[in-house]
Nanobody, 128 residues
């Protein structure tokens, strides 16, 4: 069992930055791949970023590639999402998720059913 708690969301102007953090409970955190997803009002939840259990592999959605960076600290059971050059279309609730698969190809890493545990989400609002 893994419990996930996100933090770091808030209101920021376009062009600004935010750093989201996800704290995980459980001694097996280091064996899980981790992902970030987001859901805007009236839209489906969508993939944002993925990091393998070791941190060696990372994937990003095209919409955030080059602006967002996912990282993890297995010693602290945390995963982070650094978001730079934010745009109004980045406004959404952001969720972290844990995948017991450990490491996935990109085609699988972006799929919601691959993830076993989800946090409650943190709101990010980007004003224009």
């Amino acid at each position: 069992q893994v419990q996930l708690v996100e933090s770091g969301g808030g209101l920021v102007q376009a062009g600004g930055s935010l750093r989201l953090s996800c704290a995980a409970s459980g001694r097996t955190f280091s064996s899980y791949a981790m992902g970030w997803f987001r859901q805007a009002p009236g839209k489906e939840r969508e993939f944002v970023a993925h990091i393998s259990w070791s941190g060696a592999s990372t994937y990003y959605a095209d919409s955030v590639n080059g602006r967002f960076t996912i990282s993890r600290d297995n010693a602290k059971n945390t995963v982070a999402l650094q978001m730079n050059n934010l745009k109004p279309e980045d406004t959404a609730v952001y969720y972290c998720a844990a995948d017991s698969g450990g490491s996935r190809p990109y085609s699988a890493a972006q799929l919601i059913p691959m993830y076993d545990y989800w946090g409650q989400g943190t709101q990010v609002t980007v004003s224009s």
